[in-house]
């Protein structure tokens, strides 16, 4: 299946999104099920038995890959904003999966961080637009061949 170039971006960062909050919420159930152990060789073994490690160590993976494949349809300043996106999302999971409160001040963060991602992705793409194109540089251009001088 191919994906429209249209689509191209949104979906990725939708990827990004939902990899990155699964990473979080496994590190979060990671911590919840070893508890309160100190930390030394029984909290290592614990961390490394419980399956939310692994998803977390997996999740983590691909939240980098899906990162690596944005920034290769996009330019890094229209890319990065959408990235802060995930402090939205965070709390949101932890609220549905871990009945997490998002109080007041957070809310107010929360819609800050939406306002800002709305007014800082429409000039990151017209900066993008009204870029002027790189010109090809003379290293790349063939260049004509030179009778040699003797000199």
Known sequence: MRVPPTLRFPMLVGVY??????????????????GDLPLGPEFLQAVAATPATWVAALLYFATYASWILILKFSSLGKAFPLTTLSYVTVPLAGWLIFNE????????????????????????EEREIAAPQPAPSDAAKPQAATPATGA
């Open 17 to 34: 999104l939902v990899v990155d909050t699964g990473t979080q919420i496994a590190f979060e159930a990671t911590s919840r099920a070893i």
């Open 101 to 124: 409160g998002v109080g007041l001040i957070p809310a107010i963060g929360i819609g800050l961080i939406l306002a800002g991602v709305w007014l800082i992705g429409p000039e990151a």
